[in-house]
Nanobody, 124 residues
Framework: QVQLVQSGGGLVQPGGSLRLSCAAS????????MGWYRQPPGKERELVAT???????NYADSVKGRFTISRDNARNTVYLQMNSLNPEDTAVYYC??????????????????WGQGTLVTVSS
């Protein structure tokens, strides 16, 4: 079974920092783009940041200069370092990956994976 497992998150005061991690496991041949999305209370899911397998990054305007996405290809892991957090960053954060999955018969196929979600609350 191929899956993404997230860790990190929780409650932080305004101006604080948090780091989210997301590790892919299972029969993965390779991973193309990885990213983070979030869903604020009562709103739709939105893009936070993405990183390609050549480390090209893209950020939502609202997080530029505060958040940093990175990945460790050897560990099939993506990170999101969040600094200068404010209450508007409160949301459930989801990691995402476009993985090439390898079957027992050596067949490869592309699958989009989502993490289980983790709540980040920014409040004093």
């Amino acid at each position: 079974q191929v899956q993404l497992v997230q860790s990190g998150g929780g409650l932080v005061q305004p101006g604080g920092s948090l780091r989210l991690s997301c590790a892919a496991s299972g029969s993965i041949f390779s991973i193309n783009a990885m990213g983070w999305y979030r869903q604020p209370p009562g709103k739709e899911r939105e893009l936070v940041a993405t990183v390609t397998n050549s480390d090209r990054t893209n950020y939502a305007d609202s997080v530029k200069g505060r958040f940093t996405i990175s990945r460790d290809n050897a560990r099939n892991t993506v990170y999101l370092q969040m600094n200068s957090l404010n209450p508007e960053d409160t949301a459930v954060y989801y990691c995402n990956a476009h993985a090439v999955v390898l079957t027992a018969s050596q067949f490869r196929y592309l699958e989009e994976l989502w993490g289980q979600g983790t709540l980040v609350t920014v409040s004093s």
